[in-house]
């Protein structure tokens, strides 16, 4: 199994920017998909999560409003675009999948099974 993130760079505050996580050996469409990021010098955190079953997506309140989360079943692929981004968003995102979720347990990064090596994010100010 691998998760590819990618599309991350340098902006400026107020841009956009989508990153994109693609897939493969396991099928995106069956797994519940997740980004979560990590700033320098601190934990990793939660950002958004896609379930697979109904495709609710969640985020976390820092984000909401800001940033969309969707998935491409034909590319296998899963997306994050972002807007209006901070400098407070500056961190390495990434990607994550599980089969089997427990909606309680998404913002817990030890949750998920598959991990992306991770797309870094500068937002100056």
């Known amino acids: 199994v691998q998760l590819q993130a990618s599309g991350g760079g340098l902006v400026q505050a107020g841009d956009s920017l989508r990153l994109a996580c693609a897939v493969s050996?396991?099928?995106?469409?069956?797994?519940?998909m997740a980004w979560f990021r990590q700033a320098p010098g601190k934990e990793r955190e939660f950002v958004s999560a896609?379930?697979?079953?109904?495709?609710?997506?969640y985020y976390a309140t820092s984000v909401r409003g800001r940033f969309t989360v969707s998935r491409d079943n034909a590319r296998n692929a899963v997306y994050l675009q972002m807007t209006s981004l901070k400098h407070e968003d500056t961190a390495v995102y990434y990607c994550?999948?599980?089969?089997?979720?427990?909606?309680?347990?998404?913002?817990?990064?030890?949750?998920?099974?598959?991990w992306g090596q991770g797309t870094e994010v500068t937002v100056s100010s």
């Open positions: 994550a999948a599980e089969r089997r979720l427990i909606m309680s347990t998404m913002e817990r990064d030890n949750a998920y099974d598959y």
């Open positions: 050996g396991i099928t995106v469409s069956t797994y519940t």
């Open positions: 896609l379930f697979r079953t109904g495709y609710n997506a």
